[in-house]
């Protein structure tokens, strides 16, 4: 049986296609993770401190702010309830500049940061797998967010 002379042109074209969409997994992931790393990354010159838990509520938790740099110190500062906080609990933090949210930093922090792009990753895998047919870049990216994944689960 011949082929079509569009087979080729079908098949580059859905490795086009696929491979946008890996792109944008990727870009979506880094893009989300971004929002709160570049915090951490780029701390210079914001205000650092240590936070204590004194309640969580359904999406945050509030205590107060420490500065260890000089800073003015908070009554009130607010974290995302998902870095693992419970009452009591102390951590160092970055102040996001403008407002009294914070960010965790430190290794738990940054790990946690990264989490959005470490999914996209899994995700990724599996279209570089599926769609794509290339299995061996397919494991190095799966194992790549499932490794950022679990450290995270465990720094945390």
Same mark, same amino acid.
């Given at each position: ?22 792109? =944008? =997994? ?37 205590? #107060? @702010? ?11 500062v607010t974290v995302d309830q998902s870095v693992a906080?419970?009452?009591?609990d102390r951590f160092p933090v970055v102040v996001k ?12 922090? @940054?790990?946690?940061?990264?989490? #959005? ?5 899994? =995700? ?10 290339? #299995? ?16 995270? @689960?465990?720094?945390?």
């Amino acid at each position: 049986m011949k082929r079509s002379s569009s087979h080729p042109a079908l098949q580059y074209g859905r490795s086009a296609a696929l491979g946008c969409v890996v792109l =944008l =997994l990727l870009v979506a992931g880094v893009l989300s993770s971004w929002d709160s790393a570049h915090h951490i990354v780029l701390a210079k010159g914001r205000e650092h401190g240590t936070m204590t838990v004194t309640g969580c509520g359904a999406d945050v938790c509030t205590g #107060p @702010f420490a500065p260890s740099d000089g800073a003015s110190a908070r009554s009130r500062v607010t974290v995302d309830q998902s870095v693992a906080a419970r009452k009591g609990d102390r951590f160092p933090v970055v102040v996001k500049p403008g407002t009294d949210d914070v960010v965790r930093t430190g290794t738990p922090g @940054f790990l946690h940061a990264w989490v #959005p792009l470490g999914g996209a990753l899994v =995700l990724a895998a599996l279209v570089i797998g599926g769609g794509l047919r290339l #299995p061996r870049t397919a494991w190095g990216t799966g194992i790549a967010g499932g490794v950022l994944l679990v450290a995270t @689960f465990i720094a945390l």
